[in-house]
């Protein structure tokens, strides 16, 4: 049989195992509650952004597709929100639950500490009269017994005095986790109450969309024409665009040739291709812009993305098809347009209504910055990552102000959501 020591241990040990376990779950949640909040943070920031952006929209302007783009953005991002606030409740319900086990477990490993500490009380109270600790010693047969019998009080009052901290320990440790069980319920109390009122917010939002939607719908054959004229217009800035490009690359490969001429010795490049041959820096740039796939900053600090890259029908005037070669990115007047990553500055351009346009080679990439009022920068001038080039100019025919941005590999245009970094 085992007895009542063992009995006692085993219970320890048991409470043990639960609280490490409760404890390590705890730490798991802990870390992703980390990430839930970092992603709560970030939408709440892009939907106080859009808001402001739709409030001077709609003061200024009638009803328009930038309009009805950032009210879809605004519900999208609303909806995100609501999916991470479940979320975070749901943790939250499962931290609680964990830490009222644990708290239960603590409570047990008090109940059987101070049974045990009781008992010994008992025992040590009950004897001290049959024999005390000085005829204990003075009885040993020898010296070395009385050294045994000495060492056996000290660490008897040892493990009495060891009880009693563990004790007084355990009696903090619940106290702690009964105050970390009332401030996870405050907590999930604030996060319904968020939820709540995002519920009616985007309620809100979805009943303004459908309002905007009737007036576009009258206005349609209107907003075809308009979105048929950007698309001519941004189809002549791409042409601008590649033929300033093949320009720089014509240019750049006349002075290669000439460089390497030796007298009655034919040049081995031919400087009216418009293939780049790229020098040992600019191929180091061109890999490590590589590398910064998804990590690369905006162009804009603050901004709400209102088109797609790629071919697709307009959400709102189905009639038309759009091709867009980059993003569209709607900010606030005198926003600060930034390069993305070190590089050269390759062209400049003036597309009078449309706005300027900075062109900035990466090694093999290339980035695009159309819609400028003002330019920072010079032709051949050297930028680094997140340096100001301009500022953002006015819609043409619009209050609103936006920037599009493009990234290409030589000639290839490639979804810069791919490669910008979530905000």
Not at 128 to 137: A, E, N, Y
Request: charged fraction near 30%; proline fraction near 2%.
């Amino acid at each position: 049989m085992l007895s009542s020591n063992n009995i006692s241990n085993m219970r320890l040990l048991k409470c043990f195992f639960l609280v490490l376990y409760t404890t390590l779950s705890l730490h798991c949640s802990a870390q992703t509650s980390d990430q839930l909040k970092a992603n709560k943070k970030k939408l709440e920031s892009e939907i106080a952004d859009t808001k402001r952006l739709l409030k001077e929209t709609q003061k200024k302007e009638n009803t328009s597709l930038q309009q009805i783009s950032l009210l879809r953005k605004q519900i999208s991002n609303r909806e995100k929100l609501i999916t991470e606030l479940n979320t975070q409740i749901y943790n939250y319900d499962v931290e609680l639950d964990l830490n009222l086990i644990l708290s239960k477990n603590l409570d047990k490993k008090l109940e059987y500490m101070k049974a045990d500490y009781e008992r010994v009380v008992y025992l040590a109270f009950k004897n001290r009269r049959i024999i005390d600790k000085i005829t204990f010693l003075l009885s040993a047969d020898d010296f070395s017994q009385m050294y045994r019998r000495l060492k056996l009080y000290s660490i008897f009052s040892e493990n009495v005095k060891h009880q009693a901290e563990e004790i007084k320990n355990t009696q903090y440790e619940i106290g702690k986790k009964n105050a970390e069980i009332l401030s996870i319920k405050e907590t999930k109390l604030t996060l319904l109450e968020g939820k709540e009122s995002e519920i009616k917010s985007l309620e809100k939002d979805k009943t303004s969309k459908a309002k905007t939607l009737d007036e576009l719908k009258k206005k349609e054959k209107q907003l075809a024409n308009e979105l048929l004229t950007k698309q001519t217009k941004q189809k002549e800035i791409e042409n601008a665009i590649k033929k300033a490009i093949e320009q720089e690359i014509l240019a750049a490969n006349k002075k290669k040739a000439e460089q390497n001429k030796t007298p009655g010795a034919a040049s081995t490049k031919n400087p009216s291709s418009t293939v780049l041959e790229y020098t040992p820096e600019e191929k180091i740039t061109g890999t490590s812009f590589a590398n910064n796939q998804s990590k690369l900053p905006w162009p804009v600090v603050k901004g709400t993305t209102i088109t797609s890259f790629g071919k697709y029908k307009n959400p709102d005037v189905p009639s038309v098809t759009m091709e867009s070669k980059g993003i569209d990115i709607m900010v606030e007047p005198n926003t600060q347009v930034r390069s993305v990553f070190d590089g050269v500055v390759y062209g400049l351009l003036d597309m009078g209504s449309v706005g300027k346009v900075v062109i900035i080679r990466h090694g093999e990439y290339i980035t695009v910055y159309q819609g400028l009022a003002t330019v920072s920068v010079k032709k051949g001038d050297k930028v680094t990552i997140k340096q100001n080039i301009g500022t953002v100019g006015r819609t043409m025919g619009r209050s609103t102000y936006e920037l599009h941005f493009e990234i290409l590999k030589e000639f290839t245009h490639l979804d810069p959501n791919a490669w910008l970094s979530q905000k």
